[in-house]
């Protein structure tokens, strides 16, 4: 575990000073990192400190909590297809941000958008809290969960339909496809509060995921609380799913695929895979980070979609090779 961990951690740090460095801005490395941390008012300074460092640091945090929750999620379910946007909350917060595009509030004030969006996960999570009862199984959570997706989605294809302005239009879709450019650190500072305090949460449980592997009895008679698991998992969940779909869009596949990806070096124990699944998907982000400056560097390719193409494949193929064991 110790080789897994300072792995993991040599290969985030690699992959956020490479992020710190790789840009359209002809800056080496010596000058780069000179100007970051011992710059003066400069453009190079400026360029490093407000651009690439907030750039650096959202896909560090928004990467690890995502793969955080994943794991949290796949673990409190066990089900390996859960991931972090299960309970509703990631499509309640796209549903905040589209409203705010739509009626010009985003335009009108600079902290609109990602405020907005944190007003939509909030109400997302109070609706699949009142849905799901606060004793209900883990069936009703996950049923709450799509509900509240679904009607997210729906009233944000209809706010897409209805949208007279087509180039609100374009900037939700191109918004919903997520993105970490032109953020700053202002939209670090709105995210850094919730991120920690969410990770938190979810690092709390790892005790409680690992009963839970015995079973719900089993679990109890350990002395884990189901209902307070359940709710400190929905909390945690809600504040890093809801800060980060508010700074950054809709990014998907990194909860799902990260903890599948790292399950085995753990010993398939949910508590181990939080932190190895945090810190694997901050390497992921990061990674898909740097290849979408890096492949077309003169067009605005979204990290959504890079995500996507990234994790698609790699969960077919373990979908592939799980049917190959199991065979």
Same mark, same amino acid.
């Given at each position: 575990?110790?080789?897994?961990?300072?792995?993991?951690?040599?290969?985030?740090?690699?992959?956020?000073?490479?992020?710190?460095?790789?840009?359209?801005?002809?800056?080496?490395?010596?000058?780069?990192?000179?100007?970051?941390?011992?710059?003066?008012?400069?453009?190079?300074?400026?360029?490093?400190?407000?651009?690439?460092?907030?750039? *650096? /640091?959202? #896909?560090? %945090? !928004? &990467?690890?909590? $995502?793969? @955080?929750?994943? =794991?949290?999620?796949? +673990?409190?379910?066990?089900?390996?297809?859960?991931?972090?946007?299960?309970?509703?909350?990631?499509?309640?917060?796209?549903?905040?941000?589209?409203?705010?595009?739509?009626?010009?509030?985003?335009?009108?004030?600079?902290?609109?958008?990602?405020?907005? *969006? /944190?007003? #939509?996960? %909030? !109400? &997302?999570?109070? $609706?699949? @809290?009142?849905? =799901?009862?606060?004793? +209900?199984?883990?069936?009703?959570?996950?049923?709450?969960?799509?509900?509240?997706?679904?009607?997210?989605?729906?009233?944000?294809?209809?706010?897409?339909?209805?949208?007279?302005?087509?180039?609100?239009?374009?900037?939700?879709?191109?918004?919903?496809?997520?993105?970490?450019?032109?953020?700053?650190?202002?939209?670090?500072?709105?995210?850094?509060?919730?991120?920690?305090?969410?990770?938190?949460?979810?690092?709390?449980?790892?005790?409680?995921?690992?009963?839970?592997?015995?079973?719900?009895?089993?679990?109890?008679?350990?002395?884990?609380?189901?209902?307070?698991?359940?709710?400190?998992?929905?909390?945690?969940?809600?504040?890093?799913?809801?800060?980060?779909?508010?700074?950054?869009?809709?990014?998907?596949?990194?909860?799902?695929?990260?903890?599948?990806?790292?399950?085995?070096?753990?010993?398939?124990?949910?508590?181990?895979?939080?932190?190895?699944?945090?810190?694997?998907?901050?390497?992921?982000?990061?990674?898909?980070?740097?290849?979408?400056?890096?492949?077309?560097?003169?067009?605005?390719?979204?990290?959504?979609?890079?995500?996507?193409?990234?994790?698609?494949?790699?969960?077919?193929?373990?979908?592939?090779?799980?049917?190959?064991?199991?065979?």
């Amino acid at each position: 575990m110790t080789r897994l961990a300072l792995l993991l951690t040599a290969l985030v740090g690699v992959l956020f000073i490479t992020a710190l460095l790789v840009g359209p801005a002809d800056i080496g490395p010596l000058q780069s990192l000179t100007a970051l941390v011992a710059g003066d008012e400069g453009p190079m300074t400026l360029v490093m400190r407000e651009i690439r460092l907030p750039r *650096a /640091l959202l #896909g560090l %945090l !928004i &990467g690890g909590s $995502l793969g @955080l929750a994943g =794991a949290a999620m796949q +673990g409190y379910l066990r089900n390996p297809l859960a991931d972090p946007g299960l309970i509703g909350v990631s499509g309640s917060a796209a549903l905040g941000a589209v409203l705010a595009i739509q009626t010009g509030v985003a335009a009108g004030f600079a902290l609109g958008l990602p405020l907005a *969006a /944190l007003g #939509g996960a %909030l !109400i &997302g999570m109070f $609706l699949v @809290l009142v849905l =799901a009862g606060p004793r +209900g199984s883990s069936l009703t959570l996950i049923l709450a969960g799509i509900a509240i997706s679904a009607l997210a989605g729906a009233f944000t294809s209809l706010v897409l339909n209805l949208s007279p302005n087509p180039f609100a239009a374009n900037e939700i879709v191109f918004w919903m496809m997520g993105s970490l450019a032109d953020r700053s650190m202002t939209h670090v500072w709105i995210a850094l509060p919730l991120i920690v305090l969410g990770a938190a949460l979810l690092l709390s449980l790892s005790r409680g995921l690992d009963a839970l592997t015995l079973g719900e009895d089993a679990a109890e008679a350990m002395g884990v609380r189901l209902s307070r698991l359940r709710l400190t998992l929905i909390f945690g969940t809600a504040a890093v799913v809801g800060a980060s779909t508010a700074v950054a869009g809709a990014i998907g596949f990194v909860g799902l695929v990260v903890p599948h990806l790292l399950r085995p070096f753990v010993g398939a124990r949910p508590g181990r895979l939080l932190w190895a699944s945090g810190l694997g998907g901050a390497a992921m982000l990061l990674a898909a980070d740097i290849a979408v400056r890096v492949i077309l560097p003169t067009r605005d390719l979204k990290l959504g979609v890079v995500t996507a193409l990234i994790g698609a494949p790699l969960f077919l193929h373990l979908i592939f090779r799980t049917r190959r064991d199991g065979m």
